[in-house]
Structures are given as C-alpha cells and as structure tokens.
C-alpha cells in the first residue's frame, strides 16, 4: 500500500512569491494535516483537514492557507514568502479523525 | 495535551536493547502514548501507541508504568538503522479543543546506535 506523497520533494523561491504544497493522503484515509519543520524550531503543527473541512489551525499566520479536495488530498499555500518560511514541510493522514497519523517524506523549501 | 520530558540524547551498542524513557506526569485518562521517530530529513515514522496497557509490535515494545506517568520504548536488537531522533507525545482523542487533531512534537531523543 502507498504511503502519503508530497510533490515536489525540493522547492527554491525567493521572497515575496506564493508556493503550493501538494498531499496526497493514504488510500481511504480521510484526515489530512500539514506540519512545519524549520531548522532549530521543531516539528510545528500548521493546519487540519477533514471531510473538505478546516479542523484546526496553529499559530501561524493568514498567508499560510490550505484546502482538501474531494479525493483526500490537499494543497497548501503560502503567500507572500518570508526567509524564515525555509523548511521542511511535512504532510501526514488518519484513517479517521482520532486516528493514528502517517507522515509523507516532506517537501523541503528555500526561501532566498 | 500533556507535556513530556525526554532525554536529549542516549547511546546503544548495535545488537543491544535500546531503552528511551519519556516522562509525562500530567497525562490525564483520555490521553494515549504515541512514539514517533525521525531519521535525519526525513518524515517522521509512527512507531508503536498506548493507553495503559504494554503494546508491543514488529518495531518495537511500550511499557507504561500503572500510575501512567512515565513510559519507556524499548528497541529489542538496535541496529545501526535505528539511529534517529525519538519523539514520545501524549496526544487526546476527546472532541474539540484548540489541541485536536494535532501532534505537539517536543525536542525528542537522539538515539545513537554505535556498531
């Protein structure tokens, strides 16, 4: 059974641009959360989706946006790119909601 | 969710159990144990979960002490592969609340498998 995929897997933009971030959950799981990984600042939790649904947010600001389609998978967007923006960008998915969450690879992001 | 405090770092010879400790003193009865461990850049790999009984799986063994507030994952026969940063999180599965649906990750453990 696939594993959750992000595309790309290598990002490099420069400040001020907009990016999007693609998930793609397992099989049948309908849960998906994006999480950030900046150097020396640990594992954030960015955002939750559910059913097409926004759950939860962590404190990050409005240019950091997302959506689940129809299919599961989902997107996430970030406006306006700040260095600090730089980071391993870590997608994960639950069968259901309380369930237990599968990581993808990431997509690692330069901001210069 | 409750906060957990984990070593910063241990060593293990290859071959020999490697034992993580994670304190968490606060957890309270709708909370489970989840392990999760990461190897250097990539995503995080789920490991094994709890509530308050011992699990164990293909990866590896949890043994939540009876009062709860600590636990230990135990790597049987650590190899070299198994070098990698351990996070111990104590996550709820009740409704609502600004911490649904997410994991709080600490600094972890970096365990060291030395051949």
């Known amino acids: 059974e696939a594993g959750v995929t992000q595309s790309p897997t290598h990002l490099i933009k420069t400040r001020g641009q907009q990016v999007t971030l693609r998930c793609s959950p397992i099989s049948g799981h309908t849960s998906v959360y994006w999480y950030q990984q900046a150097l020396g600042l640990g594992l954030q939790f960015l955002l939750w989706y559910d059913e097409g649904e926004e759950r939860n947010r962590g404190n990050f600001p409005p240019r950091f946006s997302g959506r689940q389609f129809p299919n599961y998978s989902s997107e996430l967007n970030v406006n306006a790119l700040e260095l600090e923006d730089s980071a391993l960008y870590l997608c994960?998915?639950?069968?259901?909601?309380?369930?237990?969450?599968?990581f993808g690879p990431g997509t690692r992001l330069l901001v210069l | 969710d409750a906060k957990t405090t984990q070593p910063p770092s241990m060593d293990c010879a290859e071959g020999r159990a490697a034992n993580l400790p994670c304190n968490h003193s606060?957890?309270?009865?709708?909370?489970?144990v989840y392990w999760y461990r990461q190897i250097h850049s990539q995503g995080p790999q789920y490991i094994i979960h709890?509530?308050?009984?011992?699990e164990t799986n293909e990866m590896a063994s949890l043994i939540i002490t009876e009062d709860r507030k600590s636990s230990t994952l135990i790597l049987p026969h650590a190899t070299l592969r198994d070098t990698a940063v351990y996070y111990c999180?104590?996550?709820?599965w009740g409704l609502g609340g600004t911490s649904y649906g997410k994991l709080t990750f600490g600094q972890g453990t970096i365990l060291t498998v030395h051949p």
């Open positions: 709890g509530l308050k009984n011992n």
């Open positions: 999180i104590v996550r709820a």
């Open positions: 606060t957890i309270s009865g709708n909370e489970y």
């Open positions: 994960a998915s639950s069968l259901d909601r309380a369930e237990t969450q599968y």
